[in-house]
């Protein structure tokens, strides 16, 4: 019985070790990788590896269902070529019990992006990934009611891979050119889903990762964490082009 003890003692010694070298190597990572690779890619950058979105900004939205936790990371407020946004990692999930047994739902993981676009709207415009079953703003609440409407587009691919709901469908094609269907189309290689109200376009990438973060079975140089880094930044930043322009 002794002999177990010490054994449990040794692994939990272990385990708690290892997250504290875990710690500091990934905040060493950061200050050292992630930050000067912002600092060459972007402009006025402001970036909080501990930091993250507010939960009410996100899940204000509706975008994604509320879960029972959420969690963000890696907070960055910055511009790209001349363009203000924000981003970083956000999960939500979903923690249930049944028959004694506990289930975690993955409602969200991956990258939010939050910028301005120049045409502006007046009501509420959401373009939801086909593979999000967690995203269901049309669907009414126990004590509200939704004015959103199911809208269709001309493309048969578009209307494929994404669910449109609007609040104005007729602003949805002052929004979404046939051009952009097309861009949001060829665009779509990952899941993503959007929300536009005003002129705040939110953009929500379930890459089901976070990014910036160290990589702790695979030796990486300095230079190839960088251009891993650099890569992470401008897959995310692509989506800043879809409306622009409009």
């Known amino acids: 019985m002794e002999g177990l003890f010490v054994l449990f003692f040794i692994i939990f010694a272990i385990v708690i070790i290892s997250m504290i070298l875990l710690s500091i190597k990934n905040k060493a990572f ?53 363009i203000p946004f924000q981003m970083g990692n956000v999960n939500i999930e979903y923690t249930y019990t049944i028959d ?22 007046d009501g509420k415009l959401y373009m939801i990934d086909r593979d999000f079953k ?12 939704t004015d959103l409407n199911k809208v269709e587009t001309e493309s048969i691919g578009f209307n494929k891979q994404f669910k449109v709901y609007a609040s104005n469908p ?3 094609f002052e929004v979404l050119s046939p051009q952009k269907i097309l861009e949001f ?9 959007f929300y536009l109200s005003g002129t ?20 990486e140089s300095q230079d190839q964490q960088e251009i891993r880094v650099r890569n992470e930044i401008l897959e995310v930043l ?3 082009n879809i409306l622009k322009g409009q």
């Open 238 to 240: 692509s989506y800043l």
């Open 30 to 82: 950061k200050e050292t990788v992630v930050i000067k690779v912002l600092d060459e890619v972007l402009e006025d950058v402001t970036y909080g590896y501990s930091k993250g979105f507010d939960r009410n900004l996100i899940l204000d939205t509706k975008l994604i269902n509320k879960g029972s936790s959420f969690s963000s990371s890696d907070f960055v407020d910055a511009k790209y070529d001349g």
């Open 200 to 219: 705040k376009l939110h953009v929500a990438i379930y890459s089901n990762k976070e990014i910036f973060s160290v990589k702790l079975l695979k030796s």
């Open 170 to 172: 007729l602003e949805v």
């Open 185 to 193: 189309y060829d665009k779509h290689r990952e899941d993503v889903s």
């Open 134 to 145: 967690y995203s269901t703003p049309h669907k009414p609440g126990l004590f509200s009611k």
């Open 100 to 121: 004694d047994q506990t289930y975690t739902d993955v409602y969200f993981k991956g990258q939010w992006l939050i910028f301005d676009i120049e045409k502006s709207i």
